[in-house]
């Protein structure tokens, strides 16, 4: 499965960004999808993950409340709608997908099987 993620940038602290992750698997749909995000010197943390079965999502406790994940089967494609944002969430932001994916392991990174090439989100304060 080949992950290609978009939509980042330089915002200022307050806005606003989506990002967007297609994937070239056809059965999409069967796939648990994920964002991570790594800042310089520090390691990948989870951000949030959304359940192929019945969408549900998983947040990070840092993001959640500003951040929403969604899915578009049809498009094959996740988003992640970052709102409010801080210079705390500046990263290369990373989305990951993975069929067989149980609950427990959704926020480590180590446990998903394929990755896209990350898109750098820069909030400036």
């Known amino acids: 499965v080949q992950l290609q993620a978009s939509g980042g940038g330089l915002v200022q602290a307050g806005g606003s960004l989506r990002l967007s992750c297609t994937a070239s698997?056809?059965?999409?749909?069967?796939?648990?999808m994920s964002w991570f995000r790594q800042a310089p010197g520090k390691e990948r943390e989870f951000v949030s993950a959304i359940k192929s079965s019945d969408s549900r999502p998983f947040y990070a406790d840092a993001v959640r409340g500003r951040f929403s994940i969604s899915r578009d089967n049809a498009k094959r494609t996740v988003f992640l709608q970052m709102n409010s944002l801080t210079p705390e969430d500046t990263a290369v932001y990373y989305c990951?997908?993975?069929?067989?994916?149980?609950?427990?392991?959704?926020?480590?990174?180590?446990?998903?099987?394929?990755w896209g090439q990350g898109t750098l989100v820069t909030v400036s304060s």
């Open positions: 990951a997908a993975d069929r067989h994916i149980i609950n427990s392991a959704i926020r480590s990174a180590g446990s998903w099987d394929y």
């Open positions: 698997a056809d059965s999409f749909r069967s796939y648990v």
